[in-house]
Antibody, heavy 122, light 108 residues
Framework: EMQLVESGGALVQPGGSLRFSCAASGFTLGGSWMSWVRQAPGKGLEWVANINQDGSDKYYADSVKGRFTISRDNAKNSLFLQMNSLRVEDTAVYYC???????????????WGQGTTVTVSS | SSELTQDPAVSVALGQTVRITCQGDSLRTYYASWYQQKPGQAPELVIYRNNNRPSGIPDRFSGSTSGNTASLTITGAQAEDEADYYCNSRDTSGDRGVFGGGTRLTVL
């Protein structure tokens, strides 16, 4: 069974930093594009960032660009999200997801973790 | 603001058919996918690549696209289909993901 398990959630003050980890099992993470998606309390889903198989391509939502960094360690079957300069509006559940793709196209997000939560508050 | 637009809420009588739509310019170029999210749970993929069902998803769920609109149809809605549904695709640049605002489906 393919699984993603996030960890690292915490309560942090505005301006603080946090790093999320996501461990994959049941598939080889290195073979897939991966994404982070977040959901603020009572709100909809927001795409945050993604990264290609070898980590050479990364893309970010405008709301997090310059503050968040996505990375991966394929040898450890793990994905990361480093979050700096956190703001109150970054408060959300963060989901690690696997992208399903064809040779040239994005098809959807077919594996989701259970989510990990950051609360940004003073 | 989201580049994909969904109706906030839709209702359907038990056993009837309901269509949930998603509009956006990027849908003319990029595939749509759909996710079901029940309270307290992570989203689950129900349709990918416009009209494909992952294994384990009931065949009452189907997807289609026309122009700038993607649709998720539930034929014979069941009580357990009551949930939030989100569409997803790429933005107009193709580099970034984007979600619709979500549609809350109520099964009456």
């Amino acid at each position: 069974e393919m699984q993603l398990v996030e960890s690292g959630g915490a309560l942090v003050q505005p301006g603080g930093s946090l790093r999320f980890s996501c461990a994959a099992s049941g598939f080889t993470l290195g073979g897939s594009w991966m994404s982070w998606v977040r959901q603020a309390p009572g709100k909809g889903l927001e795409w945050v960032a993604n990264i290609n198989q070898d980590g050479s391509d990364k893309y970010y939502a405008d709301s997090v660009k310059g503050r968040f960094t996505i990375s991966r360690d394929n040898a450890k079957n793990s994905l990361f999200l480093q979050m700096n300069s956190l703001r109150v509006e970054d408060t959300a559940v963060y989901y690690c997801t696997r992208e399903r793709r064809g040779t040239y196209s994005y098809y959807g997000l077919d594996v989701w973790g259970q989510g990990t939560t950051v609360t940004v508050s003073s | 603001s989201s580049e994909l637009t969904q109706d906030p809420a839709v209702s359907v009588a038990l056993g009837q058919t309901v269509r949930i739509t998603c509009q956006g310019d990027s849908l003319r170029t990029y595939y749509a996918s759909w996710y079901q999210q029940k309270p307290g749970q992570a989203p689950e993929l129900v349709i990918y690549r416009n009209n494909n069902r992952p294994s384990g998803i009931p065949d009452r769920f189907s997807g289609s696209t026309s122009g700038n609109t993607a649709s998720l149809t539930i034929t014979g809605a069941q009580a357990e289909d009551e949930a939030d549904y989100y569409c997803n695709s790429r933005d107009t640049s193709g580099d970034r993901g984007v979600f619709g605002g979500g549609t809350r489906l109520t099964v009456l």
